[in-house]
């Protein structure tokens, strides 16, 4: 099982900061088969990037992400009052597929 | 607009039975495979179960795999999660999620159904 670790747990900032999270992988993700979501309290999670840095349909071109083999990154260029919330990542390169703890932006 | 939402949680005993559903909308649902994903209060997610577009191929999760059977009705645009002999620590808030790929990551989630096993 391919266990995905993020740092930090928790990111302090204010908007319009800059905030990068890391997803790290314990073995190679094949293929670049990593996602990324944002949850908000209460609800379910929201598809952001898929394949490592592809953005899905509707989310804001302040997201991007990078990253391949094992470390991976989530950035967020600047922080709108809307993006505090926890941030996982997810590897779909082998079964089972697993997410990580998450990272929480919150605001300073 | 695609809408999954899902039906059928509670409170159940240990070793009890439950089932869940998840009616989708918006979509050619017999196109998708669908998975089921969980979260326990306050911890991250954990994937549980999927199944493809004709139902004839499903995977689980080791800490499920002999308790619970996932299937659906493509007639009735439905996906269907058999959960028996339920432990302590299936508690959690129950997702079905699309898979477009197929490929294993989600762009559409349901809302969630609390499942609580306790005694």
């Known amino acids: 099982e391919v266990l995905l670790t993020q740092s930090p747990g928790t990111l302090s900032l204010s908007p319009g900061e800059r905030a990068t999270l890391s997803c790290r992988a314990s073995?190679?993700?094949?293929?670049?088969?990593l996602a990324w979501y944002q949850q908000k309290p209460g609800q379910a999670p929201r598809l952001l990037i898929y394949g490592v840095s592809s953005r899905a349909t509707g989310v804001p071109d302040r997201f991007s992400g990078s990253g391949s083999g094992t470390d991976f990154t989530l950035t967020i260029s600047r922080l709108e009052p809307e993006d505090f919330a926890v941030y996982c990542c997810q590897q779909y390169g082998d079964s089972p597929w697993t997410f990580g703890q998450g990272t929480k932006v919150e605001l300073k | 607009e695609v809408q999954l939402v899902e039906f059928g949680g509670g409170l159940v005993q240990p070793g009890g039975s439950l089932r869940l559903s998840c009616v989708a909308s918006g979509f050619i649902f017999n196109t998708y495979w669908m998975h089921w994903v969980r979260q326990a209060p306050g911890k991250g997610l954990v994937w549980v179960s999927r199944?493809?577009?004709?139902?004839?191929?499903?995977t689980y999760a080791d800490s499920v795999k002999g308790r619970f059977t996932i299937s659906r009705d493509n007639a009735k645009n439905t996906l269907y999660l058999q959960m028996n002999s339920l432990k302590t620590e299936d508690t959690a808030v129950y997702y079905c999620?699309?898979?477009?790929?197929?490929?294993?990551?989600?762009?559409?989630w349901g809302q969630g159904t609390l499942v609580t096993v306790s005694s």
């Open positions: 073995q190679s993700v094949g293929s670049s088969y």
């Open positions: 199944i493809n577009s004709d139902g004839s191929s499903t």
């Open positions: 999620a699309r898979d477009p790929g197929p490929s294993g990551w989600y762009d559409y």
